[in-house]
């Protein structure tokens, strides 16, 4: 089946210093992805769609400038938190979207990055 | 009005039971409807969409879409324990090109 991998797992930072987050799908290729925040018990945040070759599209409220989104080839898309803050711990899940897949936006998701900004 | 709702839970069901999980949507062109189960500190993993009226089984799981009252439900034979966990019931908004999430629903299985 469709797999995709997130590197690093877990992450601590300091305050002030930036971090990348890789997005990776192991054995399809992904046209569009897609990035997720979600805090301690709550449900899914879409931050952004990352289509390959073309700039994001991030949702209402999400800084385009603070997560910088990467989609550069059709197996990776990379989320740069740029100068973390404490507020912005929290668990970042990417998925793609496999083209063939049995349902047009089902989607396959990493394991998720646990980000830790003291 | 949210664009996904569940109630969030917790939802207790015994070992053995039907657990009964329910979403609502208000997008009506909305196609495709799935649900997600995650435990904690996991990403979400896929155990059914649908996207026709009606009921499809996979195992000891059942969706149930009924579009013209806006609503998809989880149906779960034999609960077990190793069900205990978050469900996300996510939607597919007409041309929206991307998943809209429910608040999830905790459920848990009592031995």
């Known amino acids: 089946g469709a797999v995709v991998s997130q590197h690093p797992s877990w992450v601590i930072c300091k305050s002030g210093t930036s971090v990348k987050i890789e997005c990776r799908s192991l054995d399809f290729q992904a046209t569009t992805m897609f990035w997720y925040r979600q805090f301690p018990k709550q449900s899914l945040m879409l931050m952004a769609t990352s289509n390959e070759g073309s700039k994001a599209t991030y949702e209402q409220g999400v800084e385009k400038d603070k997560f910088l989104i990467n989609h550069a080839s059709l197996t990776l898309s990379t989320l740069t938190v740029t100068s973390a803050h404490p507020e912005d711990s929290s668990f970042y899940i990417c998925?793609?979207?496999?083209?063939?897949?049995?349902?047009?936006?089902?989607?396959?998701f990493g394991p998720g990055t646990r980000l830790t900004v003291l | 009005q949210k664009e996904v709702e569940q109630n969030s839970g917790p939802l207790s069901v015994p070992e053995g039971a039907i657990a009964s999980l329910n979403c609502t949507y208000s997008d009506r062109g909305s196609q495709s409807f799935f649900w997600y189960r995650q435990y904690s500190g996991k990403s979400p993993e896929l155990i059914m969409f649908i996207y026709s009226n009606g009921d499809k089984e996979d195992g000891r799981f059942t969706a149930q879409l009924n579009k013209a009252s806006q609503y998809v439900s989880l149906l779960i034979r034999d609960s077990q324990p190793s069900d205990s966990a978050t469900y996300l019931c996510a939607v597919d908004p007409q041309g929206a090109q991307k998943l809209v999430f429910g608040q999830g629903t905790r459920l848990t299985i009592n031995p």
């Open positions: 998925s793609a979207r496999e083209p063939s897949g049995r349902a047009f936006n089902e989607q396959f």
